[in-house]
Nanobody, 124 residues
Framework: VQLQASGGGLVQAGGSLRLSCAAS????????MGWYRQAPGKQRELVAA???????DYADSVKGRFTITRDNAKNTLYLQMNSLKPEDTAVYFC???????????????????WGQGTQVTVSS
């Protein structure tokens, strides 16, 4: 399973960006997809996540500004980021908890996968 993140860039404060994360490979089902971010010198933190049930979690710092959506047909996760602030500057990573099926043995595995990260820089 591969996660390909894209959409990062440089934007002025108050601007918007849309991140995309496309999952591909031997995917039977996706249980959870989310975005995390890591700023220099800081720990990786949850930004937003969506479960297969449809429940969504947002970090308090992004509520009302960021919106997470998912296209199940395309196995793609999006993060619309509006009213960006300099403190949103970080590398953004997508993650997914995925069920994969080995049909030869009928074995189902559940595992977490991470994308390569995309840089978001917000200038003041």
């Amino acid at each position: 399973v591969q996660l390909q993140a894209s959409g990062g860039g440089l934007v002025q404060a108050g601007g918007s960006l849309r991140l995309s994360c496309a999952a591909s490979g031997n995917i039977f089902s996706i249980n959870y997809m989310g975005w995390y971010r890591q700023a220099p010198g800081k720990q990786r933190e949850l930004v937003a996540a969506e479960r297969s049930s449809g429940s969504i979690d947002y970090a308090d710092s992004v509520k009302g500004r960021f919106t997470i959506t998912r296209d199940n047909a395309k196995n793609t996760l999006y993060l619309q980021m509006n009213s960006l602030k300099p403190e949103d500057t970080a590398v953004y990573f997508c993650t997914a908890n995925v069920d994969t099926m080995t049909w030869a043995t009928m074995e189902m595995l559940k595992d977490d996968y991470w994308g390569q990260g995309t840089q978001v820089t917000v200038s003041s």
